[in-house]
């Protein structure tokens, strides 16, 4: 589905993404691990088309993004939740909800069918539609961003530290939601970016490490003992 052709980008000429390769199949849960300044955000929007890509190539299903316009980009079914959530706070949860496809031009029954198709995968946001965004609190805010994605985002979802300072109530239900959706959606291809991989738990199907822009070789997660107890397996490719 999403293809990194060997991507390197810079900002302001400072080299911050470096030969990038990977493929993310649809149907998975796929994070990328890295310290604050790795690299993890600059590769979500290069996705999005907000940073240019010096060299290389990424393929969205066989189709070069740097082809379609960045505003052009959800219209593909790509859903986009960065980290610092950009609710509209003068509109209600639902009005943010409904916004995207509304400007994709979707017809109000396709936005209605999206609409409660989030509402069965995040059901907390149901007591949240009628309330403005700006009464949100940072938590809700990032739930209330997380549904928005999902309204859009019918191939591939983008989702920048979502876990980052979220209490443990709601990152629970937050990766409740993204088990849901996995389940519901089983066609989709979730991209999760965070700082501490402890965050993300059992979430992703595959973690990969970035660091100083550069993807790390991936290792094969140790083997089960049938003496080992559960709890103590791990879930990452890396220690």
Do not use: W
Request: proline share 7%; with cysteine.
């Amino acid at each position: 589905m999403l293809h990194f052709d060997t991507i390197s980008a810079d900002i302001v000429k400072v080299p911050v993404l470096r030969n990038i390769q990977a493929e993310l199949p649809p149907g998975s849960i796929i994070a990328v691990v890295g310290c604050n300044g790795a690299g993890k955000t600059t590769l979500l929007r290069a996705i999005m088309g907000f940073v240019k890509l010096r060299s290389g190539r990424i393929l969205f299903d066989g189709t070069d993004l740097a082809s379609v316009p960045a505003h052009n980009r959800t219209r593909l079914g790509i859903g986009y939740a960065p980290q610092e959530r950009v609710m509209f706070p003068s509109l209600t949860v639902e009005e943010n909800l409904r916004l995207p496809c509304q400007v994709s031009g979707f017809k109000k029954a396709a936005v209605d069918e999206r609409l409660s198709m989030t509402l069965e995968v995040v059901p907390q946001l149901k007591d949240m539609l009628a309330r403005s965004c700006a009464a949100l609190s940072g938590g809700q805010g990032k739930i209330a961003a997380l549904g928005r994605a999902l309204m859009i985002g019918t191939r591939l979802v983008l989702l920048d530290e979502p876990f980052q300072g979220l209490a443990p109530a709601l990152a629970n239900q937050y990766s409740e939601a993204l088990k849901r959706l996995q389940q519901t959606q089983p066609q989709l291809c979730i991209l999760v970016t965070e700082s501490n991989a402890s965050l993300l738990k059992d979430v992703p199907d595959r973690t990969l490490h970035i660091e100083r822009g550069a993807l790390l070789p991936e290792q094969p997660k140790a083997p089960s003992r049938p003496d080992q107890p559960f709890s103590s397996l791990s879930l990452e490719a890396y220690s």
